[in-house]
């Protein structure tokens, strides 16, 4: 089963995750607009861990689902910089547990918090001294705003935010061509030769 709606939100939110050039991305889902969301992750988790792709639910309040969509590899050697490391331990994560784990602790995090975990920019794969910076100033006094708060290098940021631009351009392009979500992730080697470096 194919959902095209599903297909057309992921593609556009989460295509550099698609395209292998970050570790995740954040979407939300409305639960009234899609109430069928775990079946359809159902649906197409056999397809997109074939392409080293997952999704969860890591959080489902009153009106929308929260789904991380990532890459395991990707996202473990993200977390295993000490840098990142040393943010987890303050919050209160197993930093010598499997990443499973430590996403099981940021369900749990949602659930009990009443404000958005800020480690959560670690679990996307943002630069770590613009996740510190986001932290200190508690989003406050960035130097630049596009797919993450910048506080520290604009210029790299900048350069990124394109890249993710064109990367999201060719994704959304080759759905209203009429492939499916999974052709595009197959075509990645197209988006990155030729678009998004």
């Not at 939300?28 to 159902?42: Q, W």
């Not at 969509?69 to 930093?95: F, S, T, W």
């Not at 932290?135 to 406050?140: I, L």
């Given at each position: ?56 639910i890591i959080c489902g309040c009153r009106k929308h689902y929260l789904l991380l969509v990532y890459r ?38 949602f659930f009990h918090k009443t404000e958005f975990p800020h480690e ?78």
């Amino acid at each position: 089963m194919t959902c095209a709606k599903f297909e057309a939100v992921i593609g556009y939110h989460c295509s550099p995750v698609l395209m292998g050039m970050k570790p995740a991305n954040l979407v939300s889902f409305s639960k009234e607009k899609m109430p069928e969301l775990p079946e359809i992750i159902s649906d197409y988790k056999e397809g997109f861990g074939q392409e080293g792709i997952h999704m969860e639910i890591i959080c489902g309040c009153r009106k929308h689902y929260l789904l991380l969509v990532y890459r395991p590899d990707m996202l473990q050697e993200y977390l295993e910089q000490d840098e990142a490391r040393k943010l987890l331990l303050q919050d209160g994560y197993d930093i010598n547990g499997t990443l499973d784990e430590m996403i099981a602790h940021l369900k749990e995090r949602f659930f009990h918090k009443t404000e958005f975990p800020h480690e959560i920019g670690l679990f996307l794969g943002y630069p770590i001294e613009d996740v510190k910076g986001f932290r200190k100033f508690g989003g406050s006094d960035c130097k630049l705003c596009g797919y993450w708060k910048v506080y520290d290098n604009v210029e790299q940021a900048r350069m990124v935010f394109a890249s993710y631009d064109r990367c999201r351009e060719f994704t959304a392009a080759q759905i209203r061509q009429g492939y499916s979500i999974l052709q595009v992730i197959g075509m990645k080697h197209l988006c990155t030769s030729q678009m998004c470096v």
